[in-house]
């Protein structure tokens, strides 16, 4: 579908690019000539993904490890990252989630969210655009946000929350990092599984049919996703900027998707809350 180069010459970092989503828009990134830094939390998951990375398609690959609910360390991430070479491209993609009902949340567990999903990829955004600033470098920040953004979600409210408050991030950098070469981008994926998100969304019993139910009767493909990112992050998109692509299927016209969530009985919850202390 693209050319063979047309991210060559860009060096990106995905944080949370180990797994999931962030590890299949790298390999395509990587396919189409870029070159990749990924961070996370679990150095030998990302040093796997990257020697994969490297094996299968021979690019420049590297791993660092990098909590981003700490400021300190993505500093510190980003002070090794420039000093080889500055990146062109930051993908905000680390996230965390986890469903429940919002009165039993304790303050500790909104924090568990929104600590990575919000105060993280703000970290990640302040300390890639201020380098590109001071260097007077052109710069593109993508941020994969939810279908949240748009309807709200009943039973992830941290989540939606996180996502909606960097959507508004992405519109307002575009305006103030624009003149400056910054452009801001995002993406509002709607179903597409990997282990992570069915790890935290789709507990045992839980909807089976919630794919068949989209507008396409199907799920999103990860080179689906990947071919959009790589388009935004490109040169060909050079002129978007301050947008969400939706990327759904038409889901968020049909439903919000938790909708299955508001018929749980409370003795379903209470299963749900029992399993989580088991394990
Ligand atoms: C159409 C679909 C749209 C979907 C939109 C978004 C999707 C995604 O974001 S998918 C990405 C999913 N991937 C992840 O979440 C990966 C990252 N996850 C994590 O880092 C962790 O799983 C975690 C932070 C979410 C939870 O980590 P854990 O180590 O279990 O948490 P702590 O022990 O630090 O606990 C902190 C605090 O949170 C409470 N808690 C944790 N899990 C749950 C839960 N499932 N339900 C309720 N509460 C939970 C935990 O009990 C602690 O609170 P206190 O007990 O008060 O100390
Ligand atoms: N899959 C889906 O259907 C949808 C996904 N999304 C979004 O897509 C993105 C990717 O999700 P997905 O691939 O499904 O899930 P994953 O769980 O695979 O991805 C989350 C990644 O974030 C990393 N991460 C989490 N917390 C931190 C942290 N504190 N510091 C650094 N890295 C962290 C994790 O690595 P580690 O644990 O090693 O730190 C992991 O690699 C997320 O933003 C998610 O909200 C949005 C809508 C739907």
Known sequence: MFEK????????????GGSGLGAAMGRRFVELGAELVICGRRLELLEDTAEKLRSDLGG?????????????????MMDAIWREAPIDVLINNAAATFIAQTEHLS????????????????????????R?????RKGVVLSILSTSTITGRAFTVPSAMAKSAVLAMTKSLAVEWGPKGIRTVAIAPGAFPTAGASGQLRPEGRDENWASRNPLGRPGEHRELADLASFLISDSA????????????GAHLRSSGAEDLLQW??????KQRAARARS
């Open 5 to 16: 180069g047309l991210l060559a010459g860009k060096r990106i970092l995905i944080t949370g």
């Open 60 to 76: 420049k690959v590297s791993a660092v490890q990098c909590d981003i609910r700490d400021g300190a360390d993505v500093d510190a």
């Open 107 to 130: 303050f500790r567990a909104a924090d568990a969210i929104l600590a990575p999903t919000l105060h993280g990829t703000m970290y990640c955004t302040l300390a890639a655009g201020s």
């Open 132 to 136: 590109w600033i001071e260097a007077r």
């Open 238 to 249: 050079g002129y978007i900027n301050g947008e969400m692509v939706v990327q759904d299927g």
């Open 265 to 270: 009985t409370d003795a379903q919850w209470e």
